[in-house]
Every structure is written in C-alpha cells, then in structure tokens.
C-alpha cells in the first residue's frame, strides 16, 4: 500500500531535519556557478543542489518558474532534477502555483501528482483563488497517489496581504479571512478523507497543507495554530526575505513541528563548493532550533 504524503513527511521530518532546499535557477545564480544562462545550465544546477542535498537533507523544492523560462529545455531540465532527487529518496515539492478549475486543474494535478509521470513530484504548490471546490480533482490525485498538496493561504509577500485578508461575504464561512476561510475548508476536505479511508496513519499529519509565510503573523489573518495542528506548512521568508529560523516557534505555535522550512538564496548564495556546506549548516541550526 503506498504511503500518505504525511507519513513519509514525518519520516522526513525524523530522520532528516525539516530544512527544505529550494532549487532556483536565477540568471545571476547561474552566472555565479559558471554555467550557461540556459536550460542545459538549469540541468547541471538543478542536479549539483540535489548532490549536495543527499544525505543532508530530506526536502527539496524546485521553482518551476526558472526552469519554465527556458522552454522545453527548461522542462527537460526540471523533469531530469525531479528525477534525480526522487531516485535518491528525497521528497520533492513542485514550486508550480497551479490553480484553474474543472479538466485544466485536473490536468495540472495530473502532470505534477501522477505516478510515472515526466514531472512527478511527491507534492506541489497550487492556489485555491477560484475557490477550493476547484481542486478537487487534485486532491483526488493527491490522496490516490499517496502525494501531497500545499494551498497558498498566507504568503510572505506584502501586495498580497489586503487580498488574503479580505472579509468572505457569504456562505458557512462568512466574516473570515480568505486565508482563514482556505485553511476551514481544506481542513474539512482533510478530515473527510480520513474519515473515508484516506492513506494516513492515525493521528498523522494530514496530505493537504499550507503555503504560510514566515514573515507573516497568523493572527493577522484570523489562523490560529490550533487550525494548523495536523497541516504541513511550507514556509518561505526565511534567509533572503528576513525571517530568521529561530523565530518559528513564535509565528506558527503548537504547529511549530509540522513546518517545512523553505531556504532558497541563503544556501545557493554558497556556490557550487560551498552548498554542501551551506546546507549542514542550516540543518544543525534547525535541529537547534527544533529540539526546543
């Protein structure tokens, strides 16, 4: 029987640390390594950060973005460092932000959740904007597969701030925040998973999650950790945006221990001798800082 995605995050969690290492190919990345601003470039990139990840860590997250700007030579690119870090028992987080509805955001849960596919990643990132009720063919995908999904609700960027605040108007859901109404509802999807037999163990961590900053503060967008307990959280904002890691009991709480914790310039910066390096180091600092 295939494993939930909660179950082998926690394992990850235990026998690795919870430094996730983002995989982002920027130009000025690229031309610090000496390779070529191109999709080849993003292949030897892609597969120097998973070398230096194995053994280190146990999460990686390609930006998808970077990879796309190359053509189908970035995709080639994306599906080769995919592949690579799967083989080595990494779990890989597609950074893709789909959302869409009806057979296109099947078709997007299909192209990144599927097993054997080209671009399978054990998750990805998707937005819920058109309404959660849209990505219910992935969620489909997510637990038949044994994958997981990460639904933007309180992200580290500051325009999107008066948007995931915003007031619900109407419904069951009414007077919350967007970002609280998103956390409700996919915990509701959640749990009515595992009342039907979902592939999580009990009292595990749930295969939906959340995209929650770690610049943000979650009571600004009426979450509290209580609604968190049983999430997965991937956190950006730590390292280049400003968030410093010892401040992720104080942002997420209780659910301090379901967090991913997302650190993308702040190793890369170390170029191609130093990553390996950089890595160890950010997670000796999380397992200071998880053991709390």
Not at 229 to 254: E, K, M, N
């Amino acid at each position: 029987m295939i494993e939930g995605f909660g179950d082998r995050l926690t394992q990850a969690f235990d026998t690795a640390g919870h430094l996730c290492v983002g995989i982002d190919p920027h130009p000025y990345l690229l031309e610090a390594w000496n390779l070529p601003i191109s999709g080849p470039g993003a292949r030897e990139f892609g597969l120097r950060v998973v070398e230096a990840s194995v053994g280190r860590a146990g999460i990686v997250k390609p930006q998808v973005a970077f990879f796309e700007r190359h053509g189908s030579a970035g995709y080639a690119a994306l599906e080769a460092t995919l592949q690579a870090a799967r083989d080595a028992g990494i779990l890989v987080i597609a950074d893709a932000k789909r959302g869409d509805l009806g057979s296109s955001v099947e078709a997007y849960g299909q192209a990144w959740l599927t097993p054997g596919s080209p671009l399978e990643a054990d998750a990805m990132t998707i937005s819920a904007y058109q309404g959660v009720g849209s990505l219910v063919e992935p969620m489909a995908l997510a637990l038949d597969g044994g994958k997981g999904l990460f639904v933007l609700a309180a992200t580290s960027n500051p325009e999107s701030f008066e948007t995931q605040r915003a007031l619900v108007q109407s419904g069951d859901r009414v007077g919350l925040t967007v970002a609280a109404s998103i956390v409700d509802e996919m915990n509701a999807a959640a749990a009515l998973a595992t009342r039907e037999g979902s592939r999580e163990s009990a009292g595990s961590l749930n295969s939906f999650g959340f995209v929650i900053g770690a610049t943000v503060s979650l009571a600004d967008y009426g979450i509290t950790d209580a609604d968190l307990l049983a999430s997965p959280i991937l956190a950006p904002g730590f390292g280049f945006q400003g968030a410093d890691v010892d401040s992720v009991h104080r942002v997420y709480g209780a659910a301090a221990h379901n967090v991913v914790v997302s650190s993308s310039r702040a190793i890369l910066d170390a170029g191609p001798t130093g990553v390996a390096t950089a890595i160890g180091l950010q997670v000796a600092e999380l397992d200071r800082v998880f053991s709390k």
